[in-house]
């Protein structure tokens, strides 16, 4: 094997000839077909199948490299790059099995992965995930307090909020309702433990608060001061998405009025043509009505009052749609015009749309 790889490599790793015998060189498929062709003989004269190992790996991958780019075709070649079915189940090799192997893992990969709990609940729970977050601190914060009123037997203030009127979405009016509740709760605070609770600044900032927290050995108040500040950020939270959900809302109802109110101009429009259009006028009806609803948006009661009295205004009349009288013998006038124009005046100012 290291003797035929040497000789294969010194062969492919020879300079070429120079250009003047280029005419008497052999050519190189041939000469790599040949020693290929001995080296698979010699193989099969051995009559032993060798495991596969990296280093044959690499040798097989750089042999079909080189065949790739080559174009002869040769039997020797094709023998050994199509193994039998005998060399197959030698090496312990299968397509089929090969091919039912990426078949079940592609299967695998399409399963889809199981639901954890959290997406489950989160699936289930009709609040987004602000209101949830905020339902969450007020749940812990009454917990905190009715757990100060127990120990010292305090009366626990009285709400009509409920997580529930987060569902859909954050209101102000809930808001304020929460805002309530903390207040008569902070009460509650001061009255369990006036002594650490006189160290905290009125003015105090959510830093400050969870500093003062931690500084507290009861655990049941560290709860309701945390829970406090929690609720405080997710009220925030859910304001500014409310207001962003209200401008949102606002923004797509004024462009459904101003879709509606274009549709209806259309509509307009159409049936202002349509009408024209059935009294085959001299004039070009669809130059004639969108000039008039144009200069209409600036100005309505005097651009009425120009079609109705001076069509050709906006569109001038086609003289070349106004058929000669008496059989032709009289030609169409200037003055057949001013006609035509009073005659689509009146016929439009009598028109009800």
Known sequence: ???DKQGLDSFLTTAPEAPEQNAQAVNLEDEFAKLLNNFITEK???KETPQPTQSSTSELNGLDSFVTQSQSETTGLDDFLTP???TQSANGYS?????????ALITSAEVPAPVSANETENAENPMHSEEQELARAVTNFQDGVYALAEKKNLKMPQTDYTNEMLVPNYKPSVGKKIAQYLLACWDLINKYDPENMSRLSPDANDEEYLTFAESLNDTDMQLSIISYVEILINMEICEVQYEQ???????????????????????RKNTFKQ???EKNFPIDTDKLIDNYFRAAQKDAEGAFK????????????????MRPRFFGLIKVTPEDGIKANQKIGEFIKKLKV
Not at 95 to 103: A, E, I, K, V, Y
Not at 245 to 255: D, P, S, Y
């Open 275 to 277: 009408k024209l259009k």
């Open 1 to 3: 094997m290291s003797d």
């Open 84 to 86: 039998t079915e005998e």
């Open 306 to 321: 120009a079609l109705t009295k001076n069509p050709a205004m906006f569109s001038p009349i086609q003289f070349e749609k």
């Open 95 to 103: 397509s089929t099995q090969d091919n039912s192997s990426l078949d």
């Open 44 to 46: 099969v004269e051995t």
């Open 245 to 267: 959900k209200r401008e949102l809302a606002l923004k797509n109802r004024i462009k459904k009025e101003l879709y509606e109110e274009y549709m209806e101009l259309q509509e």
